[in-house]
Structures are given as structure tokens and as C-alpha cells.
């Protein structure tokens, strides 16, 4: 993923959904673009309209993090959008033509899995940049057992949250909210990509997702940046029906240089939700044996 085009339609797409109006900047009777024009997210943000022209052309490098949070506020980014910006500039000067970007992956210890192993009425899962699930507990496993069936999961190799979810038809009967789930993946990954252009891996599941699904290419076209860290998830599983759990994701260091994610879903206590997977355990359990 080029990291030039990646800020250009970025810019292009925040500044497109920001109306003079809602900029505190007199509207004018015609207009050929949707949103702000180039001169006026200038003004709002102090810099002159030759600079920010040749920043939303994807130089980026040479920028100033004080102009970035003037740019950030005058296209009135979220948290989470501002970080991706961030990420964009720190990505591009990292950037060095004459040196190849080299990936290096590192496996993960087995105390990760002893971790997710002690963890008996929650699901408990790592995974990585690009959403390909590292290790897992039995009773995630049990959850997520339609996306391990999955033949999506046999030709990638590894079950991977992305893949299932836009791949498989039957990720619609799985998931209670499967558009809500559907934004968060992707944005996920748009924001990863942000930070690491160069892992090959993330940019072979966006190329085999843009080829297979219409409708991960419209979010992934809309730029939505999600940084997700808590929630609820909805599931209709097969074997205990539907389950509502709240969820929390955290990062999970592993070595010097490499992190991936910790996804803990659980239910309230004594509810119903906890009771149904008190039987999935159950269930788990016995498959096993």
C-alpha cells in the first residue's frame, strides 16, 4: 500500500465531509466539491494553499507535527483519525528509497497461551496486525467455531477475523452485528496499515478482500479510522443460540519490536449470557475429550 495515496485520499475524504457551515466559513451558491476546498482547509489551518495542496498530493514527510494538529483540527479529525494521520507521517519518514522494508516475524511464546489456557469462562484470543488469529482458548475456540470451519480459514492458511467475516455468507448468521463488525474490522486494518505499510502481510488481505467483496471495498474506501478497545458483540451461535458479551481488547508485547492483541469477550455475571457459555464450555469440553 502506497503511502502517498494512502494520505491523499485520506485528506481528500475528511475534507470532503466538512461543509463551510460547519467550518464557520461563508457558503457560496455553487460549488463543485461536496465539502471544503483545498484554499479554505488552508486558511483554517494556517498554512498557504500551495503547501497544503502539495501535502494532500502525499508529502507528508517534511511536515511539522504542530501543521499536522492544525490540519487535524481544521478537518476536525476524531482521536482515532488524528492517530492515523500521525501514523502516515511517521511511516513516510521512516520511509528511505534506497532501503527495502524488511518484516520479520516472531512467534509467539508459549506463556501466551497459558494466559488465554487459565482464562476458563471467557473467550480469550491474540491476534495480529492483520487479524490473523495466533492463539486462542478452548472456549473461543468453541465460539468461533463456524469461522475455524471455515473454508475461507483452510485457503488462507490461519483463521483470520477479516477473511471469515467478508468471505464466508455464513458470517451473517454468526455475527447478531454484522455491519457494526464489519466497520470495526476494517478499520482496524486501515488503521494498521497506517502504521506499518511495509508488512506485506497486511496488504496481501486488503488485495484478496478488495478483489472478492463489494462491501469491503466501500469501507475501505471511506477511510474509516476504528480504534475499538471495548464494546459488545453479538453472536448467534449454533449450539447455544444467541450470546451478548462485552468485550476488551488491549495490546499483548511479545518481544522487543512486536505486539499483537488481546480480545477478551465475556458475560455478565449471572446472567443468561454467562450461563450459555457455561454450556459452551461444557460442550467444548466434552468434544475434546
Sequence with gaps: MNN????RDFLISRRA???PAQAGLPGTARRRV???RREEVAVLAGVSTEWYVRLEKGHIAEVSYDVLDAVARALRLDDGERIYLFDLARTARDEAPSRECVFTETELPPTVQWLLDSMTLSSAMVSDKRLD???INPLGRALY?????SPATHEHGRANLALYHFLDPGSRDFYGNWDVT?????GLLR????RAHCDPRIG???EVLSRSSAEFRELWDAHHIVMHNRGVKLFRHPTVGGLELAYHSMELPFSVREAAMLTVCTAAPESADEERLRLLASWSASVAT
Excluded: K
Design 34 to 36: 461536496p465539502g471544503l
Design 204 to 206: 496481501e488481505v486488503v
Design 191 to 194: 488503521a494498521e496499515a497506517g
Design 182 to 186: 464489519a466497520e470495526v474490522l476494517v
Design 17 to 19: 465531509r466538512i461543509t
Design 133 to 135: 488469529v495466533l492463539a
Design 145 to 149: 467455531s463456524p469461522m475455524f470451519a
Design 4 to 7: 502517498r495515496t494512502a494520505v
